[in-house]
């Protein structure tokens, strides 16, 4: 058996997924990855992760709907979803907003850009 | 992976396949120092939030050379910016229409960047622009060949069962066309 944290990263961004495996390894946690809400689906289904870093601005099925599946699901409630939110001055012009993101019953939030001390900070707290 | 390229039924197994909007390619190139008039340019097109789709530097035996693409429907505010800036120390050429294909990942080898540029070659489908990021292999070509290009590629990769439309519909749902991600 893997005591190694599993961690799922959900992002369109292939560069800032592989980024943040390569972060999330070096601390010692596996990594898996789907690049929108549909493949995030897909993996949680595959193995159960203890932690989701998910991204909010996706194709077919974005952040805001996968975290309110997630928490809406018995089985799949507990798992601990740290959403990645775009900065506050644009996400004004977006119909994706910081009242939609509260909605969403997410964990905890990370904006980007990414300060990833930050975000690393963030997934070790949560998961103690 | 070198087996599949040269027409094993064995596949390569990536990750996913975008395809870009319909974009505009801008090639610089200048013979002196291009940091003044190109850091210039950069910043006014990220003050004019110009996104900038792809973009690659490279300093040649004869100078400075710049690849990047814009959408299609930026290029005109990108026309003004560099008539504005006119310089006969530069040469400017303009391919339109082109299209990117992104593959990931490349997991770290050339192998895929290889392959991807075979097939392309065996098809006879031009390609503008190479260029390779942390995780993806980046190919400009023409915008109306795009398809056809995706068609050769496939016959060599599988994609994952669920995998993503290859054009991600972003701009319903993002009216400015913000790059939030």
Known sequence: ???????????????????????????????SK???????????????????????????????????????????????????????????????????????????????????????????DNLQ | MQEACSGNPDKIKIGGVKMSPELVQINLFRKSSPDLFWTGLFRQMAEDRINLTFFTQAAVNAGFLCNFCVLSSDFHRVENLLQQEDDKNQQVRI???VGTITIFPHHHSFTLLGCVIGILGRARIPVHAVCTSLSSVAINADYVLL???????????????????????????????????
Not at chain 1, 98 to 124: N, Q, R, S
Request: aromatic fraction near 6%.
């Open chain 1, 34 to 124: 789907a690049y929108d809400g549909v493949e995030g689906w897909d993996e949680i289904k595959k193995e159960r992760p203890a932690l989701i870093i998910l991204d909010v601005m996706m194709p077919r099925k974005d952040g805001y709907t996968l975290c309110n599946e997630l928490k809406n699901s018995e089985e799949y409630k507990g798992i601990i979803v740290v959403l990645l939110t775009a900065v506050a001055d644009a996400i004004n012009s977006t119909n994706y907003t910081h009242m939609g993101g509260k909605t969403t019953l997410a964990d905890d939030f990370v904006p980007k850009p990414i300060d990833l001390d930050k975000l690393m900070e963030i997934v070790k």
């Open chain 2, 147 to 181: 398809d056809q290009a995706l068609k050769e590629l496939r016959k060599v990769m599988t994609l994952p069962v669920n995998h993503a439309p290859f054009r991600a519909d972003l701009d319903s749902i993002r009216p400015n066309s913000y790059p939030l991600g």
């Open chain 1, 1 to 31: 058996m893997n005591d190694k944290k599993l961690i799922l990263v959900v992002d369109d961004d292939p560069d800032l997924v592989e980024a943040l495996a390569m972060k999330l390894e070096s601390e010692n946690f596996r990594v």
């Open chain 2, 95 to 97: 391919i339109a229409p």
